[in-house]
């Protein structure tokens, strides 16, 4: 069993490297993957803490990127999620992180004062006291400090009511796109997977629209074995991938106290990722460019 989507306190986890590594440890993890959105800074302690513990570990990061226009679906306002294996500090997409991550703060920022507009008391310190980090700050940070107010009851509460896409206090920040996150990423020796691809919200053949793109672009493979995803979502998302000569792969999400109900490796409790995943995407790395 192996765990390739996980993270830390360096994004928008509440568990250290090192923890995270001793969970996927306890759960019966072969490898792990740290997937922290839009930073490295979480490797280096992780790398060690693998090494330490006996377990494979593949080091990664979760970006943003901005859907593509394609002709039989019009979503370009909105964004996806993909998974970068196989990254480490100083290499091109590395360096592209920095104004990632800028971007980022000032979607807090923004988001922070749409809160303020609709009456919810929570100001931009409260947020980056929360995280311990403005540049890892992101909306779950924001979710734990409405609940700790009192304004909401829990974090999906949050997202429901307030941060969702879509909702009152959402904000669009600068993402990469799709083509020069694969351009960026090619040249830094990684891999990129398309993380939780039913969470976009598109239709089954919309969905195969988008799929059939990313893989003519470079994407390597498609996150099919997920936490909340059931059985026939992760067979159908399996067929998918193959359709198209894309790597299945999965992880849990893992976030600690922040999606309380997952855990790394198992996630909500049925959740087993093969080792042969890994396998396939270790072949990719290795082929010739």
Same mark, same amino acid.
């Given at each position: 069993?192996?765990?390739?989507?996980?993270?830390?306190?360096?994004?928008?986890?509440s568990e250290s490297p090192t923890r995270?590594?001793?969970?996927?440890?306890?759960?019966?993890?072969?490898?792990?993957?740290?997937?922290?959105?839009?930073?490295?800074d979480g490797i280096p302690e992780a790398r060690v803490a693998a090494e330490r513990l006996g377990i494979g570990f593949i080091p990664g990061c979760e970006v943003s990127f901005t859907l593509?226009?394609?002709?039989?679906?019009?979503?370009?306002?909105?964004?996806a999620h993909a998974l970068v294996y196989f990254l480490d500090h100083h290499t091109p997409l590395d360096a592209e992180l920095s104004t990632v991550r800028q971007g980022r703060v000032a979607r807090n920022i923004s988001m922070v004062e749409l809160l303020n507009s609709h009456g919810?008391?929570?100001?931009?310190?409260?947020?980056?006291?929360?995280?311990g980090n403005e540049e890892s700050t992101g909306r779950p940070h924001i979710a734990a400090v409405?609940?700790?107010?009192?304004?909401?009851?829990?974090?999906p509460e949050a997202f429901d009511k307030w941060l969702g896409y879509g909702r009152p206090a959402y904000a669009h920040r600068t993402s990469l796109?799709?083509?020069? &996150?694969? =351009? #960026? @990423? /090619?040249?830094?020796?990684?891999?990129?997977?398309?993380?939780?691809?039913?969470?976009?919200?598109?239709?089954?053949?919309?969905?195969?629209?988008?799929?059939?793109?990313?893989?003519?672009?470079?994407?390597?493979?498609?996150?099919?074995?997920?936490s909340t995803y059931?059985?026939?979502?992760?067979?159908? &998302?399996? =067929? #998918? @991938? /193959?359709?198209?000569?894309?790597?299945?792969t999965g992880g849990s999400d893992f976030h600690g106290t922040y999606k309380p109900e997952i855990s790394v490796g198992t996630g909500t409790g049925d959740l087993d990722v093969p080792d042969s995943v890994l396998e396939q995407l270790v072949a990719r790395h290795d082929q010739p460019a």
């Open positions: 069993m192996i765990d390739l989507h996980t993270h830390s306190l360096f994004s928008d986890g995270v590594c001793e969970l996927a440890l306890r759960a019966g993890c072969s490898t792990l993957a740290l997937s922290d959105h839009d930073t490295l593509p226009v394609l002709a039989r679906y019009a979503v370009g306002h909105r964004s919810i008391e929570v100001s931009y310190a409260d947020i980056i006291a929360e995280s409405m609940m700790q107010k009192g304004y909401v009851q829990s974090i796109t799709a083509e020069r &996150l694969t =351009k #960026l @990423a /090619a040249e830094s020796g990684s891999l990129v997977v398309l993380a939780h691809p039913l969470r976009i919200g598109l239709t089954k053949d919309e969905l195969a629209v988008l799929v059939d793109y990313l893989s003519s672009i470079g994407f390597t493979g498609l996150e099919a074995y997920y059931t059985p026939d979502e992760r067979d159908s &998302l399996a =067929k #998918l @991938a /193959a359709n198209y000569d894309m790597v299945a």
